[in-house]
């Protein structure tokens, strides 16, 4: 058991929905070339962008500052580009047959792609840490590729010959997608390789883009006036748009901060739009009416960024999504929402409104953690401890987790939200050494601590709570005499040796203080307590003998604190 599995079952949160307001700033990329494609944002604060027509890789920052640099193959047309799992920017070469990377300070390399005249268009990051990538070309070009980050290419045939396969995008499923432009289909592949094919029934409109959405969908753009939406078990749903003129077209997609999905209108006005899957559309008309937005992305900043072009200017775009002043509530320690202080290095929980964008609710994700590294805002919302940065591992528009920041300061701390460049006022906590806290099930089972047997069948866990409590599939038994159960926790104070800040790490930290524990009034023999995983404490207790059947109250202590009343361990005799 890990915090993250923990925190599918301890969070249970609504969302909000409200009108969305944005603010547009163009910046003229004109000395570049005539095409600027594809768009991403690097882990460098900038946002990179191809430029096909001159073969050449853009970086602008947030204030506009552009740098270009040329690809070593004269004439390669790079097209899809993405942030690598390596933190430097991947793209690929549709005329050149090659897959690109560039660093932040620039430096280039290029590595041949195995199939001749390949096409590839589109490229993603995937969850295994390698990149994946479609090549267009028909016949034997009709691939998905993979390439690790040292440039090892594995390439996968399409079932569909001359599938075309354009745009691709990670699915929520832990696979691959991608849209067939030559065969009317989406596809799915899993890092092993195996692909499945979902026919479209509009065979009038070939596809183009793909992305994630924040439903749990995959979105994708047709030419013509339809967008589509395809779930992990393959259901199809369409979208008629209402675009500016009959022959104008979806282009670019990119999921949204506020629960939206957002596209690019192509050979219609200039404006980008929104839809939900409830269907509700708006449309923003860009300044300048006479550009043509074409591939989007989303920022870390939370913002939008698209690529623009028109007969005699090129632009970068960027539609900053605003939203209200966030305000703080309450902060408290992440396992126990009435304890109000927290400690260094341990799990937050802020709450309050207009915290997140409206309508989001994730936790970080293996896209978010590059290198090991905690990320420091999700979907540009972002919190700072006395100044100092806080790890943010969940975000929603009431509800905040994260990671402190390694304080050992003690005494009234000042917590800030930003959301969406809109910062809250400062409220105040309590830091301290100690606050230990003991996680709990989600509501109706918030009584029991948050415990699990540690093996069981086929090496499963086997969570501490009454038979069939948690749900059918979710197994579960009370506690007997002499089991050991692994108890999850936060708040228990400095471990020796200290884990490395906001880095992920597999290794186990003891507590410097001795951790005491009590079941139903016995002691309890501690075998062991300290940080397994990011801010997340274990205590490995063995569950006394003589205690009746029932409900066993749980109480932990640490440098003379003791946890939370009122949770409980549920005991078979």
Do not use: C
Request: proline share 8%; aromatic share 10%; hydrophobic share 40%.
């Amino acid at each position: 058991m890990n915090h993250f599995r923990l925190a599918a079952l301890l969070l249970s949160l609504a969302t909000i929905s409200s009108a969305q307001s944005i603010t547009f700033t163009e910046y003229p990329i004109s000395t570049l070339g005539f095409n600027p494609n594809y768009i991403t944002a690097g882990l460098d604060g900038a946002i990179w962008f191809t430029v096909s027509d001159s073969s050449k890789i853009g970086r602008i920052t947030t204030v506009g500052a552009v740098t270009a640099y040329a690809t070593p193959t004269l004439n390669s047309s790079p097209q899809g580009i993405t942030t690598g799992p390596d933190g430097a920017i991947w793209f690929v070469e549709f005329s050149g047959n090659k897959i690109g990377r560039i660093t932040p300070s620039g430096a280039i390399a290029e590595y041949e792609i195995p199939t001749p005249i390949s096409g590839p268009m589109g490229i993603t990051a995937g969850p295994d840490g390698a990149l994946w990538f479609t090549e267009n070309k028909g016949g034997v070009g009709s691939k998905i590729g993979r390439i690790t980050t040292a440039g090892d290419i594995t390439e996968y045939a399409t079932p569909t010959p001359n599938s075309g396969p354009y745009g691709i995008a990670a699915g929520p499923d832990g696979a691959i997608w991608f849209v067939e432009y030559g065969a009317n289909k989406i596809g799915r592949i899993t890092m092993a390789g195996v692909i499945t094919e979902f026919a479209l029934p509009l065979v009038l409109y070939n596809s183009t883009q793909i992305t994630a959405g924040p439903d749990g969908a995959l979105w994708f753009t047709q030419f013509g006036s339809r967008l589509g939406r395809i779930t992990t078990g393959g259901t199809i749903s369409w979208y008629d748009l209402q675009l500016s003129k009959p022959f104008a077209s979806a282009g670019g997609i990119a999921r949204g901060t506020d629960g939206g999905v957002w596209f690019t209108e192509q050979g219609g006005s200039a404006r980008i739009w929104r839809i939900t899957s409830a269907g509700p559309m708006a449309r923003y008309d860009l300044p300048d009416s006479s550009m043509v937005p074409k591939a989007i992305t989303l920022s870390p900043d939370g913002a939008l960024w698209f690529t623009e072009i028109s007969g005699v200017a090129r632009k970068i775009g960027r539609a900053a999504l605003v939203f209200p002043t966030p305000t703080i509530a309450a902060v408290g320690n992440a396992a126990d929402e009435y304890l109000r202080t927290i400690q260094g290095n341990s799990w937050v929980a802020i709450y309050g409104a207009n915290l997140a964008p409206p309508l989001s609710g994730r936790t970080w994700g293996a896209s978010d953690i590059i290198g090991g590294k905690l990320p420091l805002s999700l979907d540009g919302v972002s919190v700072t401890i006395n100044g100092k940065s806080a790890f943010v591992e969940y975000i929603s528009p009431t509800q905040i987790n994260v990671l402190a920041p390694d304080e050992t300061t003690t005494g009234p701390a000042k917590v800030v939200v930003t959301n969406g460049g809109s910062a809250s006022g400062a409220f105040l906590t309590q830091i301290e050494i100690y606050s230990p806290a003991l996680f709990t099930f989600s509501p109706p089972d918030q009584k029991y601590v948050a415990a699990i047997l540690p093996s069981g069948p086929n090496s499963t866990a086997i969570y501490v709570a009454p038979i069939n409590a948690l749900g059918a599939g979710v197994p579960s038994r009370p506690s007997r005499a002499g089991d050991i159960v692994e108890v999850y926790a936060a708040g228990f104070g400095p471990v020796n040796p200290t884990p490395p800040p906001g880095q992920v790490f597999f290794d186990a930290y003891p507590t410097v203080a001795a951790v005491t524990v009590t079941i139903g009034g016995l002691d309890s023999v501690v075998l062991w307590a300290g940080l397994t995983s990011v801010g997340l404490y274990q205590l490995n207790v063995i569950v006394p003998a003589g205690l009746p059947g029932g409900d066993a109250l749980v109480v932990a202590t640490a440098g003379g604190v003791q946890s939370q009343g009122g949770i409980f361990i549920p005991v078979q005799q």
